[in-house]
């Protein structure tokens, strides 16, 4: 795992509160920050996710709740539309819809491999800032 000056802090947003501190406690294990959203409003995304890097859509959310929550993302803060996510699949559910800033993860897997999964994201966003702010400059 890459060391960050500051921990990455991770928001984690699922139906199953127990799910979600779960994973909280998994990830904290390995040196992130987690924020557990235990809401659904849509007006607020951008305000609910200020402070994360990363997005974690838990298990089994609802595809309504979770295609309404990430359409949302940046409306009132632009930055927050960039901010990689994570939903977690299992097995039951259908086919998560390929979208460019959804990275899907099978789940149950290894903590290990959604660590991997999530240094991949953060590093992929901050190769993705940096080449903007360079683009901005020229």
């Given at each position: 795992?890459r ?11 699922g139906a ?8 909280c ?12 959203l235990?809401s659904?409003?849509?007006?607020i ?8 890097h990363?997005?974690l ?8 709740v979770r295609?309404a ?23 039951v ?5 390929d ?6 993860v ?16 953060l ?6 800032a ?8 020229e």
């Amino acid at each position: 795992m890459r060391h960050h000056e500051q921990p990455a802090t991770i928001a984690i947003l699922g139906a199953d509160t127990v799910v979600g501190r779960a994973l909280c406690l998994l990830l904290e294990g390995y040196g992130y920050q987690t924020t557990l959203l235990d809401s659904y409003s849509t007006g607020i995304v951008d305000e609910m996710l200020d402070g994360a890097h990363l997005l974690l859509l838990a298990p089994r959310l609802d595809e309504g709740v979770r295609e309404a929550f990430v359409g949302a993302m940046g409306k009132s803060t632009p930055q927050t539309a960039e901010m990689p996510a994570i939903a977690l699949s299992t097995a039951v559910e259908e086919d998560l819809p390929d979208k460019e800033r959804v990275i899907s993860v099978p789940w149950p897997c290894e903590t290990k491999v959604l660590v991997e999964r999530i240094e991949e994201a953060l590093l992929d966003a901050q190769a993705s800032a940096i080449r903007a702010t360079q683009a901005r400059r020229e």
